[in-house]
């Protein structure tokens, strides 16, 4: 029997990063992660620092814990929202890019039918230029701030099963009813 593969939402850039704005935002020692996933706070520490790469089995299993949230009647009308948007826009969990909505634009954009992808990581579709743009978020100091300026980024062309045209995205923060950081990607225009 072969050991599972790895799921796509744990290979996004700074693990440690998201790891603890998650933990803070859900005020969680160290000490509690730490037992959550069977490792020392020392463990902890490190992958909070980057000093060490945590395993992506027990990121996930650490951000079951973490990251519950899924949108519920307190995110309705923000679901309502992107779902009636006539721009391109979809909603994703900030840690580990869950979709969370999308707006019709964007599926007809996609050319997929959203039902099967929400809550589900769309890392695993993201093109070169968007891999890039996440790495670079700890830089703008996306994951220390509580209110960062939205992040504009260039797509390239993608059809790695989800159709993703070339253009200019701009990514904001917003927060939703339990105070989960989730990302609002809006393509603002097509190349």
Known sequence: MGRTPTPAAT???????????????RGIKQSAM???????????????KGALRPDPHVVETVLRHLARSRPGSGDAALRRLVESSRAPVHLVT??????????????REWNRDCA????????RFATPEIQQAEQGLAQCGWWEEECV???????????????????????????????TPARLCTTVAFS
Do not use: F, K, N
């Open 11 to 25: 290979m996004l850039p700074h693990p440690g990063l998201r790891l603890r704005r998650l933990r803070r935002l």
């Open 34 to 48: 730490a037992e959550m996933a069977g490792v020392t706070q020392a463990t902890v520490s490190r992958w909070e």
């Open 94 to 107: 900030d840690v580990d890019h869950r979709l969370l909505a999308a707006s019709p634009a964007r599926v």
């Open 116 to 123: 099967g992808l929400l809550g589900t990581s769309l890392w």
């Open 149 to 179: 300026d939205p992040v504009e980024v260039r797509t390239g062309p993608g059809a790695a099963g989800l159709t993703i045209r070339a253009g200019l995205m701009v990514w904001e923060r917003i927060y939703l009813a339990d105070g």
